[in-house]
């Protein structure tokens, strides 16, 4: 069964980076979408960042222009650039993926998500 792996989460100070990884266990037999989504203490689980099996790139306004959505077909693994963390982007990250067609067997899989915390 497919497996999403994430990784790359850690204690950041604010204004600090992080890069989070997202790798996919196996072969997807179609064009399946990415997306980043996070769930910060007491809030409900939202969409940070999503990109399309073609690099179509979408953002959260509270990140846009400080994140940075990216996936390496070959390597099946996608990515988070965080930059200019605030206190507010403290949150488990989840990433999750879309499977249109269901050719692998279900139609989205999700990780088991990496803590960011963003604290002085």
């Not at 979408?33 to 979408?58: F, H, N």
């Not at 990140?63 to 650039?81: E, P």
Request: hydrophobic share 30%; aromatic share 10%.
């Amino acid at each position: 069964q497919v497996q999403l792996v994430e990784s790359g989460g850690g204690l950041v100070q604010p204004g600090g980076s992080l890069r989070l990884s997202c790798a996919v266990s196996d072969r997807i037999p179609s064009m399946y979408s990415m997306a980043w989504y996070r769930r910060a203490p007491g809030k409900q689980r939202e969409l940070v960042a999503s990109i399309t099996y073609t690099d179509v790139k979408k953002y959260a306004d509270s990140v846009r222009g400080r994140f940075s959505i990216s996936r390496d077909n070959a390597k099946r693994t996608m990515y988070l650039q965080m930059d200019v963390l605030k206190l507010e982007d403290t949150a488990v990250y989840y990433c999750k993926l879309i499977d249109p067609d269901g050719a692998s067997g279900r139609y989205e899989y999700w990780g088991q998500g990496t803590h960011v915390t963003v604290s002085s």
